[in-house]
């Protein structure tokens, strides 16, 4: 039943986000995107509490919502320039949301929350909100839909071959007392998984590009036409390294959920658990593309 169920929810849910991520334009991408951002925020600000923190709920969702709504209002054109304001914006945002936290905090009657309070926000930011950011910006770039597009079905696709596989076959534990049902096998699986798929989108992605195009789901822009294909091993080498960050996303949030005494973040999503359940892998993974991205445009 449980496996039905986490079936039917990835059947509704992926061609939304798919349509999304190709055809919708960046500032409704951005504000999905922060969307996703504030329930997660919210089961993770919950988790916290188990801690005994007092989190920062309505600031928390205030400095957020004002992150995502500076992107949903300043996309441009040059990926040059969208690329550098974002790194200004990150990086400006980062470096004053401790003190902006912690200044709010400062009006509490017990002092002892205020620390805790703050840290958890700060955390909420970086943990969360910053790699959904790194999604919104890669798609502002070139070829950024056909990006995002072949980091989803990465992590898809580890996703899937590391349950399945760990289910039947796994034996060795990973980590027993962070998440006790992942193997090796899984782990071997999910990578191997994501490198078939890496290579597959790598040899036919100028078919796939045009036949996203022709079907209207991407613009010439997004689509992998105009840039030339890196070499095979790089290739190979960046579909590792999203694999190995995304399993370490899912057993950080398994980290997080096994302190707090959790087997599910949230229970807003039938058969996956909560949000942040469903977007662990991507918050790991996605720095890592969008950093091979920014790299691309401005060396």
């Known amino acids: 039943m449980a496996l039905l169920k986490r079936v039917l ?6 061609p939304i986000v798919l349509g999304l991520v190709l055809r919708a334009p960046v500032p409704v991408l951005a504000l999905f995107a922060a969307l996703v951002a504030l329930l997660a925020v919210q089961e993770l600000l919950k988790l916290a509490e188990a801690y005994g923190i007092r989190p920062l709920h309505g600031p928390t969702y205030a400095f957020l919502g004002l992150f995502f709504l500076f992107l949903a209002i300043s996309p441009g054109s040059k990926p040059l320039l969208t690329t550098a304001i974002f790194v200004y914006t990150v990086g400006f945002a980062a470096a004053i949301a401790p003190f902006v936290f912690l200044t709010i905090a400062m009006r509490r009657i017990n002092l002892s929350t205020a620390f805790p309070a703050a840290l958890v926000s700060t955390f909420a930011f970086g943990y969360v909100a910053l790699p959904l950011g790194c999604l919104v910006q890669i798609r502002e770039q070139w070829s950024g839909a056909f990006l995002l597009l072949y980091l989803l079905l990465l992590v898809w696709a580890g996703d899937i ?9 796994g034996r060795h534990l990973m980590s027993p007392r962070i998440s006790p049902k992942k193997t090796w096998e899984g782990a071997i699986a999910s990578l191997l998984a994501s490198l078939v798929v890496g290579m597959l989108l790598y040899k036919y992605s100028l078919p796939i ?91």
């Not at 929810?9 to 992926?14: D, E, G, N, P, R």
């Not at 071959?161 to 076959?169: D, K, M, N, S």
């Not at 190995?244 to 087997?263: M, N, P, T, W, Y």
């Open 209 to 299: 590009s045009t036949a996203l195009l022709n079907a209207h789901l991407i613009e010439q822009r997004d689509g992998l036409f105009a840039l030339q294909k890196p070499a095979l091993l790089p290739a190979l080498l960046l579909s590792t390294g999203i694999n190995i960050a995304a399993q370490l996303g899912d057993l950080v949030e398994s980290l997080i959920k096994r302190g707090a005494g959790v087997k599910d973040s949230g229970t807003l999503l039938p058969g996956h658990g909560g949000v942040l359940d469903r977007i662990d892998a991507l918050l790991f993974a996605a720095p890592v593309l969008w950093y091979y991205a920014a790299w691309r445009v401005l060396q």
């Open 161 to 169: 071959f590391a349950y399945f596989v760990g289910r039947t076959l």
């Open 9 to 14: 929810t990835a059947v509704v849910l992926i």
